[in-house]
Nanobody
Framework: QVQLVESGGGLVQPGGSLRLSCAAS????????MGWYRQAPGKQRELVAA???????NYADSVKGRFTISRENAKNTVYLQMNSLEPEDTAVYYC???????????????WGQGTQVTVSS
């Protein structure tokens, strides 16, 4: 099983910055894609940013130029640096990882418990 633990959320004023972290632990062969999703009240969960094991990134249009995703493969950790935060960024942010438990098993997707990000003055 793979456990994802997020940290770094909180309350920040508009224009401020936060850095989210997500560490994977448990028993697995390899973690491939990792990413961040968010869900605001009354809205569907949406992709914020994703990164492959090799470092290729993908961002939602709404966060391009403001957010940066990165990862440390040796630590099985993914980060989300969020700058120039806006009230519209307020949501619960979830970490997601695609992992294979053994060499012979198919890839499965895992989710963290979520961390609240609130942007307000």
């Amino acid at each position: 099983q793979v456990q994802l633990v997020e940290s770094g959320g909180g309350l920040v004023q508009p224009g401020g910055s936060l850095r989210l972290s997500c560490a994977a632990s448990g028993t697995f062969f390899i973690i491939n894609h990792m990413g961040w999703y968010r869900q605001a009240p009354g809205k569907q969960r949406e992709l914020v940013a994703a990164i492959t094991r090799g470092g290729t990134t993908n961002y939602a249009d709404s966060v391009k130029g403001r957010f940066t995703i990165s990862r440390e493969n040796a630590k099985n950790t993914v980060y989300l640096q969020m700058n120039s935060l806006e009230p519209e960024d307020t949501a619960v942010y979830y970490c997601n990882a695609a992992a294979r438990r053994t060499y012979f098993t198919a890839e499965s997707y895992y989710w963290g418990q979520g961390t609240q990000v609130t942007v307000s003055s």
